[in-house]
């Protein structure tokens, strides 16, 4: 346990909608994650920090923002929520700057209807 | 191009026995690690064991170990003595500098692993 905790873990919205998804670490690790898991796709990187408001886009960042004002927290934002963006989503930090092991949040399931 | 490949979608194993999930990989950088996670039912990720590319030997954590095979580009996890909890989505990982990715995992697409009493 990493201390991560992610809120909320389920939601249902509307297409269209804004979302934002919270990611908080209590361990002040650098490195944090955004990453979405959807069946026979594994998990794909959507975005990631690199410090306090230093981040940059992974390989499906369409359709999502990111901001970091605190070492502890890492938002995530749909701004306008689309079907395809139906997913868990799931935070991480890197534990380790020598192994780059990262440790997961425990996810949040995202329903747009 | 960076990449994981689990070629397995779904393996059985009767409880008390090893069994082996597949795992290559493809890189051009020297330098790289590779990781392991287990996703039970629940839906947590677990992070399992680490291998890195310089390494000399096969690396074990418990029952689990790395069946790391540089030239042949794979990475196997070994499951010994196999548990009913051990029913689960294992993950592959890759961690690599290429391309300015500052380290980043990309991962296998999964292996579901079901332990049959």
């Known amino acids: 346990d990493a201390g991560i905790t992610q809120s909320p873990r389920h939601k249902v919205t509307e297409t269209g909608t804004p979302v934002t998804l919270r990611c908080h670490q209590t361990e002040n690790h650098r490195y944090m994650y955004w990453y979405r898991q959807d069946p026979g796709h594994g998990l794909r990187l959507i975005h990631y920090s690199y410090g306090v408001k230093d981040t940059d886009k992974g390989e499906v960042s369409d359709g999502y923002s990111v901001s970091r004002s605190k070492t502890e927290d890492f938002l995530l934002t749909l701004e306008s929520a689309t079907s395809s963006q139906t997913s868990v989503y799931f935070c991480?930090?890197?534990?380790?700057?020598?192994?780059?092991?990262?440790?997961f949040g425990p996810g949040t399931r995202l329903t747009v209807l | 191009a960076q990449k994981i490949t689990q070629t397995q979608p779904g393996m059985f194993v009767q409880e008390k026995e090893a069994v082996t999930l597949d795992c290559t990989y493809d890189t051009s950088d020297p330098s790289y690690g590779l990781f392991w996670y287990k996703q039970p039912s629940s839906g947590e990720m677990i992070f399992l064991i680490y291998q890195g590319s310089y390494d000399q030997q096969n690396a074990t954590e418990g029952r689990y170990s790395l069946n790391f095979q540089k030239a042949r580009k794979s990475a196997n996890l070994v499951i010994s003595a196999s548990q009913l909890g051990d029913s689960a989505m294992y993950f592959c990982a890759m961690r690599t500098n290429y391309g300015g990715s500052q380290g980043n995992l990309i991962f296998g697409k999964g292996t579901k692993l079901s332990v049959k009493p």
């Open positions: 991480a930090i890197r534990y380790s700057e020598v192994y780059n092991e990262q440790f």
